[in-house]
């Protein structure tokens, strides 16, 4: 290592396949640090590897309980640590909304109070209620990155807030105030919208056999028409079907549909049209899981829960056998469902803060 020039050194730490490795390989030594908290560094490392995700919040099934963080490894990260207690007024009066990078929003008392918060860092900032608007139907909030450059990504100091209402959008910016933009003319009324999921940092919603697409990085909202996901579609029946969007494993975006017992999954090609991809007869998938009736498929099955590469399932029934489908293989496996169908993934705050002393 004496020997190694310090180009050659950051690429080999440019390599460290993890963000809580990279914090852990600053702790080697006082060159090591250096070289890692250097800004140039951080975008390389930023564009060859993907954000640490610490887990997923979920809110409580039950009032006057906080919304809690369930670790991807619980061995490495301590769930403790993302504790939402020091929020105003204590964490168990606010609800989740939406999150992006290592960022929550929340809302509590009907959503007219909001709050931004980074819970590793304990920080946040309350969100100024919305004034002169008139009285539409309110949507949903979604955050949406600011102005930043690619070592940063969304901070506590760059972030957006959009709020959808029937025909218009309010948009608010870290030191700046809301705005107002219509957008009729994408979609007649969002009142009318039904999402359909989430997925490569967009949110996904239907109007007939239109999608709406919310852009989470530049908050633009944009259309285009879905594909026949079933035979003899009809753009009017939607409770006979049902379809959502999710992200792959490869995280490309997956449209799967759940239709007469049979499970379609469309995968989206290069020039933007959908082609199926994969499909498979649930009946047959989840034969041989404990508890299977042939029973259980002769009536519509709910989608319990959806998730990167996979979906949660549940017949129509009184009687409870959840299943999962991974989208990639097809596979069926038991499922149990603890936590509630919405989740929102937390990533680790980036760049790293490294607090060691740099000089020497």
Same mark, same amino acid.
């Given at each position: ?21 990279l ?12 070289a890692?908290?250097d @800004? ?9 590897? @993907?954000p640490a995700?610490a887990g997923?919040? /979920?809110?409580s099934?039950?009032?006057?309980e906080?919304p809690?963080?369930?670790?991807f490894?619980?061995s490495?990260?301590?769930a403790? /640590?993302?504790?939402?207690?020091f929020?105003?007024?204590? @964490? !168990? ?19 007219s109070e909001?709050?931004?918060c980074?819970p ?5 900032s309350?969100?100024?209620p919305?004034?002169?608007?008139d009285?539409s139907y ?11 450059d ?14 959808m209402?029937?025909? /218009? ?10 705005s ?19 997925g ?6 239907? /109007?007939?056999?239109?999608l ?7 908050g633009?909202?944009?259309?285009s028409?879905l *594909? *026949?996901?079933?035979?003899n579609?009809?753009?009017h !029946? ?7 969007i999710?992200s792959g ?8 549909t759940v ?16 082609a199926l ?6 009946s047959e @998938? ?11 498929f ?11 590469g ?5 017949p129509y ?12 293989t097809?596979?069926? !496996?038991?499922a ?8 929102y993934?937390c990533?680790? *705050? ?10 020497g």
């Open positions: 290592m004496d020997v190694m020039h310090d180009d050659v050194l950051g690429l080999v730490l440019e390599r460290v396949d993890s963000h809580v490795s914090v852990r390989a600053a702790a080697v030594c006082r060159r090591w640090r250096r890692i908290a @800004a140039a560094f951080l975008r390389r490392y930023r564009s060859l590897n @993907a995700v997923e919040f /979920h809110n099934w039950c009032l006057n906080a809690v963080l369930v670790p490894s619980p490495m990260l301590d403790r /640590h993302f504790s939402l207690d929020l105003p007024g204590g @964490a !168990a009066s606010w609800t989740v909304s939406d999150s992006r990078g290592s960022l929550l929003l929340l809302h509590r008392a009907k959503f909001k709050v931004v980074e590793l860092t304990r920080r946040y309350r969100i100024p919305l004034v002169d608007f009285g309110f949507w949903g909030s979604y955050l949406i990155d600011g102005e930043a690619e070592a940063r990504g969304i901070s506590m100091t760059n972030f957006r807030v959009l709020c209402f029937d025909r /218009h959008v309010a948009l608010y910016s870290v030191g700046s105030s809301w107002k933009k219509n957008i009729d003319h994408i979609v007649p009324s969002f009142g009318h919208c039904c999402l359909v999921g989430h490569g940092g967009c949110s996904y919603f239907v /109007h007939g056999r239109a709406i697409i919310l852009d989470g990085s530049t633009d909202i944009s259309s028409e *594909p *026949p996901l079933v035979e579609w009809d753009s !029946a939607r409770n006979n079907h049902d379809f959502f999710t494993q490869d995280g490309k975006l997956r449209i799967f239709f007469d017992g049979t499970m379609k999954v469309f995968a989206r090609l290069e020039g933007g049209e959908w991809e994969k499909r498979v007869l649930l @998938a989840t034969r041989g899981l404990p508890g299977y009736k042939p029973s259980f002769s009536e519509p099955q709910y989608v319990f829960r959806v998730g990167t996979y979906v949660i399932l549940s029934i009184a009687e409870p056998w959840i299943f999962s489908i991974n989208l990639e097809m596979e069926a !496996a038991p149990v469902v603890s936590i509630p169908s919405r989740v993934g990533e680790l *705050p980036w760049p790293p803060t490294l607090h060691a002393c740099l000089d």
